[in-house]
């Protein structure tokens, strides 16, 4: 049997290389607003090729690592990862709405006296 007459097989990895490729030029072309849209839509379109989702996503990282070798050997940058996190509000480390700090009147007319005899003392 000659190389020529032998049949190509054809994988579910070899399959969702192409899917992502495929969804790689839709990127391109602007399809996706975030990272994570074509990562959900990439991995979606795995799935329906019978696998589980951590299955796809392996399958995806597989193809998303040989896109980015292709890439660096080229020069170029995919500029796949992930977005950037949302700034948040510094949390107080307590649950619920944070508390108001009161001043107390008396303390601060204590602080001010002691530190008044403070500097009586020091000079």
């Known amino acids: 049997m000659s190389e020529s ?6 994988t579910k990895l070899s399959l969702a290389v192409a899917i992502f490729n495929q969804q790689l030029a839709l990127r391109a072309a602007g399809t996706y607003a975030t990272n994570r849209e074509f990562r959900k839509a990439t991995v979606a379109q795995i799935m329906d090729l019978g696998v589980s989702l951590g299955s796809a996503s ?26 950037p996190k949302k700034q948040r509000p510094v949390s107080t480390g307590k649950r619920g709405r944070p508390t108001k700090t009161v001043a107390v009147p008396g303390a601060q007319a204590e602080q001010a006296e002691q530190g008044q005899s403070a500097e009586t003392q020091a000079a």
Do not use: C, W
Request: proline share 0%; glycine share 10%; hydrophobic share 40%.
């Open 5 to 10: 007459a032998k049949s190509v097989k054809i």
């Open 58 to 83: 392996t399958m995806y990282n597989t193809a998303k690592k040989a896109a980015e070798a292709a890439a660096q050997a080229e020069g170029t940058d995919l500029g796949l990862g992930r977005d």
